[in-house]
């Protein structure tokens, strides 16, 4: 079992919609957690980073953080076809420490 | 904003080959990462260095070594090339505040290898 797990998908919405990414880990140590968003043959771009539990919210981003669950999870309000991306989970257990991946889901926007 | 600047971005080798993928950090950032993507997969952490010291290491090769020198660049030295190591290799970096790591890496385009 892996210790970052996340639906590969692929999950298609459409335009507007509210679009719900999630992931579920196993190593309670994790402290840090992130999203990225991966356009095809790109670099991960970091969109949210949240230390510890909690929510943070950023445009049409929220991400939450529930640690006694081991769950993330990654809102997009007001979707656009240009969030159509790879979208992966990740975190680590402290500051300068590797990060962890999900597997990524591929999302899919349709106008 | 300076980004992460990694070359070659394409890389073409033969089996048995040597290649070296360089990668420029965000400036006064002073932690490097390097992860290696297949294709459909996550990006799997190999190796990290702090302050030119190697910090962790995750899943490299014995074939591979990899150094950060004094001005923060890196370079991952890869020999004895198998097809399987045909991936995109990212670098990432972060920096230090303190005593403090932020914790947020920020990633690179990517080198694409290919090993014929």
């Known amino acids: 079992q892996k210790e970052v797990e996340q639906d590969p998908g692929p999950l298609s919405v459409p335009e507007g919609a509210i679009v719900s990414l999630n992931c579920t880990y196993s190593n309670s140590a994790f402290q840090y957690f992130m999203w990225y968003r991966q356009y095809s043959r790109k670099g991960p771009e970091l969109l949210m980073y949240t230390y510890s539990s909690g929510n943070k919210e950023d445009g049409r981003f929220t991400a939450q953080v529930d640690k006694s669950s081991k769950y993330i999870s990654l809102f997009i309000r007001d979707s656009q076809p240009s969030d159509s991306a790879t979208y992966l989970c990740?975190?680590?257990?402290?500051?300068?420490?590797?990060?962890?991946f999900g597997q990524g889901t591929r999302l899919t926007i349709n106008p | 904003a300076a980004g992460v600047i990694q070359s070659p971005r394409h890389l073409i080798k033969e089996k048995r080959e040597t290649a070296t993928l360089k990668c420029y950090p965000i400036?006064?950032?002073?932690?490097v990462y390097w992860y290696q993507q297949g294709p459909g997969q996550d990006p799997q952490f190999l190796i990290s260095?702090?302050?030119?010291?190697?910090?962790d290491k995750g899943s490299i090769p014995d074939r591979f070594s990899a150094q950060q020198f004094s001005d923060y660049h890196s370079e991952l030295n890869m020999s004895s090339l198998e097809l399987g190591d045909s991936a995109l290799y990212f670098c990432?970096?972060?920096?230090?505040?303190?005593?403090?790591?932020?914790?947020?890496?920020?990633f690179g385009e990517g080198s694409r290898l290919t090993v014929l």
């Open positions: 990432a970096s972060s920096s230090t505040s303190g005593r403090t790591n932020t914790g947020e890496l920020f």
């Open positions: 990740a975190m680590s257990e402290g500051g300068a420490q590797k990060l962890v």
């Open positions: 260095f702090y302050e030119k010291m190697q910090s």
């Open positions: 400036p006064r950032h002073d932690t």
